[in-house]
T-cell receptor, first 114, second 110 residues
Framework: SAVISQKPSRDICQRGTSLTIQCQVD?????MFWYRQQPGQSLTLIAT?????????ESGFVIDKFPISRPNLTFSTLTVSNMSPEDSSIYLC???????????FGSGTRLTVV | GQQLNQSPQSMFIQEGEDVSMNCTSS?????WLWYKQDPGEGPVLLIA?????ELTSNGRLTAQFGITRKDSFLNISASIPSDVGIYFC??????????FGEGTQLTVNP
């Protein structure tokens, strides 16, 4: 399956600042997915990132708050903008596994906003 | 939107016991996936199911895709301490996003 490198693995940030999370995949993939996992909760899809087009955001998530870049088929970034304590979560990127066998996840970025 | 009800929310068992957890939905899914998440890690795929009625094993894990396509279960036999973690089901209809269950927190007492 695809290997995903995600960084940073964790960060503590001041409110009002922004953090950019990087996701690197060891193979070319059409779609990359960004999820949020709030403390003790399940995973919620933020957006789908396609190379060469704007990301598609899920209900409740907007581009101004979570801008996404997808410059090529192996890399994507998610920025959490103007952070507040409510943004404290684990952020995960994901890609579809080869042969359509499920989805592979990165190890996540644990964000704490103080 | 689609919702998955996963139960139980948590389980406390003794090493060696068998475990069963399940997910139900009001909607039909074409794919059911079962993941395990360890602390500080992303979810790792355990089993993928693609056909109604399909029963698939992966070592001590067995999962089934319900006949109605609205449910799935995961069984773990002869649990061991490293089975500790959060287990998530996820359902998908063709071409759509994954919908995740709320997770089952498993604790195994040695």
């Amino acid at each position: 399956s695809a290997v995903i490198s995600q960084k940073p693995s964790r960060d503590i940030c001041q409110r009002g600042t922004s953090l950019t999370i990087q996701c690197q995949v060891d193979s070319q993939v059409t779609m990359m997915f960004w999820y949020r996992q709030q403390p003790g909760q399940s995973l919620t899809l933020i957006a789908t990132a396609n190379q060469g087009s704007e990301a598609t955001y899920e209900s409740g998530f907007v581009i101004d708050k979570f801008p996404i870049s997808r410059p090529n088929l192996t890399f994507s970034t998610l920025t959490v903008s103007n952070m507040s304590p409510e943004d404290s979560s684990i952020y995960l990127c994901s890609v579809e596994a080869p042969s359509n066998y499920g989805y592979t996840f990165g190890s996540g970025t644990r964000l704490t906003v103080v | 939107g689609q919702q998955l009800n996963q139960s139980p929310q948590s389980m406390f068992i003794q090493e060696g016991e068998d475990v069963s957890m399940n997910c139900t939905s009001s909607s039909i899914f074409n794919t059911w996936l079962w993941y395990k998440q360890d602390p500080g890690e992303g979810p790792v795929l355990l089993i993928a199911l693609y056909k109604a009625g399909e029963l698939t094993s992966n070592g001590r894990l067995t999962a089934q895709f319900g006949i109605t396509r609205k449910d799935s279960f995961l069984n773990i036999s002869a649990s061991i301490p490293s089975d500790v973690g959060i287990y998530f089901c996820a359902g998908q209809t063709s071409g759509s996003r994954l919908t995740f269950g709320e997770g089952t927190q498993l604790t195994v007492n040695p």
